[in-house]
């Protein structure tokens, strides 16, 4: 079961914000206030597209203080298993959903003096959260913004206009104009704290820097919007509720837990969180961890699986489930 609370919500608004990026606005349908939330949360966003059930996790992009409304983008997914497909192609103004409580994963931490955001992409979406708040906070930031092109690129004239060209800064890839990552992490206050939020590739490469520059540890924080790849088709035994389900090439674990009506705790279904953790009773094959969660040792030992993400290259699994 997700310790999450569902919530029923209205498409009140979309809208195409670059190519391939579109936003869309939620408003509960019994018309009550939506929970207040922090910048970097983000929340599930289940879709009902014929015999699946589909749930993606999107962080909201909208002002933490506006109860009225929630608000996402979502970027169209090249090779989509379904979801951005989904979101793109058949939400429509007026359709329900259904989305989980905001959880946020990413927050800014308080205790720094200066917070520097470099995002690629739809990475952005965090972030435009994160700077409404710290704004009104009255807080030191910056931005650092990879876009493939401008036409690609969402938001950025909106960020430059609202915050000014001295606290957003793009780098557009078609321009041959990219982050200066080491200028920009040699020349940081004591106590400043870096975001990153992008590809994976990228990720690591800012994060790989800081770390050569001495950066603390606690200091760095980041969020990916993991896509892992598929895989074979494997069984998996669900030995306390006494089931044995068929993993599909394109299905996760807990999408196949959940379509056999097995409830699993799930937040980020990005392998990042740790709540989805599962004991494996037994493996005939081996697993793929494509998580960031487990500890190197955990994923050795072939005792502990995340669910969310992480599969089997053979034919079966057992799980504690
Ligand atoms: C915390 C978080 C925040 C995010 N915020 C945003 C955002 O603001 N905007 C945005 O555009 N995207 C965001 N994403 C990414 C988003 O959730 C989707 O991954 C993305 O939209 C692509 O989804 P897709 O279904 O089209 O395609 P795919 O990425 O191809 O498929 C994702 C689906 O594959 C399933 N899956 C997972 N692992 C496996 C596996 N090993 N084998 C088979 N299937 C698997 C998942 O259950 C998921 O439903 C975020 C992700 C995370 C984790
Ligand atoms: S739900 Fe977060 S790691 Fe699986």
């Not at 205790?111 to 710290?134: E, N």
Request: aromatic share 6%; net charge neutral; glycine share 8%.
């Amino acid at each position: 079961m997700s310790i999450n609370t569902e919530m029923n919500v209205r498409v009140a608004a979309i809208d195409q914000v670059a190519e391939k990026v579109k936003r869309f606005r939620f408003e509960r349908v019994d018309g009550s206030p939506l929970p207040v939330f922090s910048g970097g949360a983000h929340i599930v966003v289940a879709m009902r597209d014929g015999d699946i059930l589909r749930r993606n996790p999107y962080s909201l992009m909208s002002s933490p203080h506006d109860q009225t409304a929630y608000e996402i983008s979502v970027l169209r997914v090249e090779q989509s298993r379904g979801g951005s497909a989904f979101m793109h192609e058949h939400v429509k103004l007026g359709d329900q959903l259904t989305i989980s409580q905001p959880v946020n994963l990413f927050p800014h931490d308080v205790r720094g003096r200066k917070h520097i955001f470099m995002a690629g992409g739809i990475g952005i979406t965090p972030f435009i959260a994160m700077m409404d708040q710290l704004h009104r906070d009255g807080s030191q930031f910056e931005l650092h913004y990879a876009v493939r092109d401008r036409n690609h690129g969402a938001y950025w004239r909106e960020l430059s206009e609202r915050y000014g060209n001295h606290r957003i800064k793009i780098y557009v890839d078609a321009e041959k104009l990219f982050i200066p990552t080491e200028a920009i992490l040699s020349n940081q206050v004591l106590g400043t704290h870096l975001y990153v939020c992008g590809p994976s590739g990228m990720i690591d490469a800012v994060l790989g820097k800081a770390t050569s520059l001495g950066w603390p540890k606690q200091n760095l924080h980041s969020e990916r919007f993991l896509a892992p790849p598929p895989g074979h088709v494997f069984k998996a035994e669900l030995k306390r509720s006494n089931k044995t389900i068929t993993v599909g090439t394109h299905q996760s674990i807990l999408e196949a837990v959940e379509a056999a009506g097995v409830d699993a705790p799930y937040l980020c279904r990005g392998g990042a969180c740790g709540q989805c953790e599962t004991s494996v009773l037994a493996c005939d094959g081996t697993i793929e961890h494509h998580d960031i969660y487990l500890e190197p040792e955990d994923k050795i030992s072939g005792k502990k699986i995340m669910i969310c993400v992480s599969r089997v290259k053979g034919q079966a699994i057992s799980l504690d489930l």
